[in-house]
């Protein structure tokens, strides 16, 4: 076989290798430190550990059935403070449920150390005076150990289906909240402004629907202004792909994240992990018929997945990372005049930016994320404010949450364009991604954040109504002219 490609899944089972064709570098089938190295197994024994080799050097990552783990201790130690959460963010979290199942688990896992103690006693017992004891005896003790042994088997049955009841009830609750987020009732606190309002001397600003019709550059196929899909065409798409290919270009190039082309379609398990509820009745994710998949609804899903069941050594972090992909989401706006249009549409493109880092280095991040975004508009030329969102406008992972809305005139109003959410360990230890402590030598999770570089129909929305001339032409903006082969207009067709 080969040797394993950096994003590859080790598929060896007992009997051989899988499907996959691909092989570890190197094998390990206990804890010990990456530096220890052991030769490709071919028996059948399971391998428990292997590393691989990500685009940012070796991780171990654990080969094992795909395992959220929630911290219920730490949700029972902080109930009343996750009630309020849970009623201040709008969610459906049952706290009561988890707190009585914990305890009845905490209750359950004392009771079978006791009862197995007691069974060791009596086996004891019986190995040692067996042989000397009386029928009566010996039969009392025998029933003895069959008494504990169905009890103990009770409790264990209960025990496996508390943490099933317990797995879901979890993931359903929503992250911890930052202390400085917002309160419902206080809204959007807007925390900077950034550039003016465009000045339209001597015209009539248009929609971008009306100039898109005007210089043949969008077609909505179910009707214009209220279609959920879009072509976009000529001059839109050379622009969708220079916004692409310019966000990429700089995240990457001056801000050092590795650019990815991130997978479509994900495994359930996986969106449920980031935070997202596909099997709820009233979901915006797409599900495949038949299978266990669903579309992406934004690229945090595939980065995040990167590094699931995974070991990642101090030294490697943060780990940044950005992509381009589509999303897919069944949007839930109405054919309103603010949704109108390349505003919210069912399929769109994304860079998006991800990053793993240690739960101290996360709050900084957070801010420097918040940053890039505020770079890559200003750069842009648009006008938008930042706003510190409520804790009702959060999405189920994010522990705090910066929304970036540029000027729309269409809307007369303004729109949001970015999010940049710090989710702390919330998606980590569903996804069971952690880092080794380089002072302890301990496992801890790690925290992912994630940011929006550029959502790209409601860029080219805000460009085309911002930039638009008295000519009927579009001012491309400046860092985009070298990505749409040297024009600096969009212009009408006549022209």
């Not at 570890?24 to 399971?46: E, Q």
């Not at 969610?91 to 009585?100: L, N, P, R, T, Y």
């Not at 003895?144 to 496996?160: N, P, S, T, W």
């Not at 301990?442 to 409601?458: C, K």
Request: with cysteine.
């Amino acid at each position: 076989c080969t040797n394993m490609n950096s994003l590859g899944v080790l598929s060896a089972v007992r009997g051989g290798w899988g499907r996959n064709k691909v092989c570890p570098r190197r094998v390990v089938t206990s804890t010990a430190p990456s530096s220890r190295r052991a030769p490709v197994s071919t028996s059948n024994t399971l391998i428990k550990r292997y590393l691989f080799t990500s685009p940012h050097g070796n991780v171990m990552r654990e080969d094992k059935p795909f395992h959220p783990r929630i911290d219920f201790k730490g949700i029972v130690q902080r109930a009343d403070e996750m009630r309020r959460n849970v009623e201040q963010r709008r969610s459906q979290g049952d706290v009561e449920k988890i707190v009585a199942l914990h305890r009845e688990s905490v209750e359950l896992q004392a009771e079978a150390v006791k009862l197995r103690q007691q069974r060791n006693v009596a086996a004891e017992e019986m190995r040692v005076r067996g042989s000397k004891m009386s029928p009566d005896e010996k039969k009392k003790q025998v029933e003895l150990g069959k008494q504990l042994k169905d009890r103990i088997a009770a409790v264990e049955k209960r025990m496996e289906e508390i943490e099933q009841e317990l797995l879901p009830a979890g993931m359903a609750l929503p992250n911890f909240t930052h202390p400085e987020s917002p309160m419902p009732e206080e809204g959007p606190k807007i925390i900077q402004w950034v550039g003016e309002k465009p000045k339209f001397e001597g015209m009539s600003p248009k929609s971008h629907l009306e100039i898109g019709q005007d210089l043949d550059l969008l077609y909505f196929p179910i009707l214009q202004g209220k279609g959920k899909t879009y072509y976009a065409r000529n001059d839109a798409a050379l622009l969708e792909m220079a916004l692409v290919q310019w966000a990429l270009a700089t995240v990457s190039q001056k801000y050092g994240f590795v650019p990815h082309m991130t997978p479509d379609i994900m495994s359930t398990n996986m969106v449920e992990a980031c935070g997202f509820q596909p099997r709820s009745t009233h979901t915006q994710v797409y599900k495949v018929a038949d299978e266990d998949l669903c579309l992406v609804g934004t690229q945090e899903i595939p980065l995040a997945a990167l590094y699931y069941n995974s070991i990642i050594p101090e030294k490697m972090l943060p780990i940044k990372l950005a992509a381009f992909g589509h999303c897919f989401r069944a949007e839930a706006g109405d054919g309103g005049a603010e949704n109108r249009g390349l505003y919210r549409v069912h399929q769109f493109s994304k860079v998006e930016m991800f990053v793993f880092s240690t739960p101290e280095q996360s709050d900084q991040i957070h801010k420097e994320l918040l940053n890039i975004e505020v770079d890559l508009l200003t750069q842009l030329g648009l006008h938008f404010k930042v706003m510190d969102m409520p804790r009702d406008d959060l999405g189920a992972s994010a522990y705090r949450k910066f929304d970036i809305e540029a000027w729309m005139p269409s809307r007369n109003n303004y729109g949001e364009v970015t999010s940049c959410s710090n989710c702390t360990d919330y998606q980590s230890r569903r996804l069971n991604t952690r880092y080794r402590d380089a002072e302890t030598g301990e496992n801890r999770f790690v925290h992912t954040l994630n940011a929006t570089a550029l959502a790209v129909p409601r860029v080219i929305l805000a460009i085309l109504e911002n930039f638009q001339q008295p000519d009927g032409s579009v001012k491309i903006p400046d860092p985009l002219v070298p990505f749409m082969l040297g024009k600096t207009h969009i212009k009408p067709v006549h022209q």
